[in-house]
DNA sequence: CTTAGGGCGTTCGTATTCGATCACGCCGGA
DNA sequence: TCCGGCGTGATCGAATACGAACGCCCTAAG
């Protein structure tokens, strides 16, 4: 994308593109404290490499590039954000202190992520690089990683080295988000390898939780994932259509609405 | 740290809260169209939120808090990020297309990576979560992360399931950064677990390189990782001192210094 | 020695943002 | 009905950041 020639840049250039990239933003004031120069010659240089298209420039600062990237994917994480964020904090009400748990791959399970913050007493398993990074922001619960390829539109880790290192684990609770559920009570994803991840973390869990937003009932996705018999808790934003409940009903499995309050 | 409890707050701030925690940084001007309010109000949020240590405010904006524990570790990555700029763009000339590489924990073999970012024949396996993010910046090199045990400080994985994980792989090049030389040429560190990894990863390079720079020479660590006989490359920004020669020019190992250009 | 050019500091007028204050509308309780 | 709290919009002077223009210093080429 960004087809400039970093290396020939001078020194001081090359190091605020550094910092904008770890810190994700800095100011302007930050800088000329930091390389003993006038705010006019910090200008100029974030001028420069916004010219570029290295960084993006703010008032009084500038920031790491909106990446075009990730930035379908940030858009897919507000679209049903209120509802995910619902299901999320009852979810994390749910998950005791000194609980051992799973988290797979999905926007839901990133913002019940973002509910964990701080607590410290949880052993975590992700196969969600954005997760692994969350959780790093405080010092909290441990958090173990599985390897594999790490998909580059959203952060995930799959694959067979994947599913393998998720093996390894039996933890008390798995959550897991997914793409659709059909009327029947069929889970469905899209991604064939994202599936073999989720039925390790499936197979390996006291406790199994799904968690999905109203959206999901009556998406078509193309891989079958299992169905409500996997499942030991149910977890949604809005009661589903009436054309699903009687499979809820018929599955030994617990349906949880988030209260409206 | 932040002990304030954040699922009470008014649906905004949260949304405020979520946009900076993933975006990094938020303009005024950018929230204020997001949501159809005046600036005023955005403020208001934004000074609520920075009272309860939340966010960080900036002019025209706010971004997410600079954390206390990655401090350090950010303090680290400046210091002698010269050199170590030197020694990554050095290296990354001596990466081929196509070629296959591991990249250890260290804030050397991350500056690789960040001169590496924007190639896209690369095939990269690592257990450095920040050197993983940094490759999804751009489409580019295919890149697996090994699983393991995610270390807050400086978001290393390291463990016995990382080591093993990278024993699967046997890859062209083998990057490794190090905490100490000593003068007959003993390789050390400070991590009893990252040695480990270390290791897997010279005996299953077909080449191994590594990146030192000048502060490595004669500072002390506890941990042997191993020797020059285990190097085929070493790289580093000055030339080494005296007392150290000896043992350099008796290895089978052939020395880079960084040109003073 | 002279000169041209790049990098940086300085100045100053302009544009933007900020905070204090007041006003309005929307509740819920007395 | 009245009242007070709360959240928001509006106004305006103060603070801050911005860009353009100019001059200085250093370096390299002639």
Redesign the interface.
Known sequence: ??DAD??NLP?RQ??IL?LI?????V?TEQLVRHFGVTPQTIRRDINLLCELDLIER????A??I??A??QPY?DR?QEG??GK?KIA?MVAKRIPDGASLFLNIGTTTEALA??LV?RNDLRIVTNN?NI?????????S?????????R?SD?G?V?E??TE?LK?FRLDIGVIGISGIDEDGTLLDFDYQEIRSAQAIIQNSRTVYLVADAAKFGRRAMVRLGDYSNIDHLFTDQTPPQAFMQAILDAEMELHVADVI
């Open positions: 994308m960004s970093v290396s020194v090359k190091e550094e990239r770890s810190q994700g933003y100011a703010f008032h009084g600062g920031g790491r909106g990446n990237y990730n940030q994480l954000m209120d964020r904090r973002a509910e701080g690089i692994a990074n969350m959780m790093r922001e405080t010092e909290g441990d958090v173990m990683i599985a390897g594999g390829f790490v580059q952060g880790i694959g080295a994947t290192f390894q």
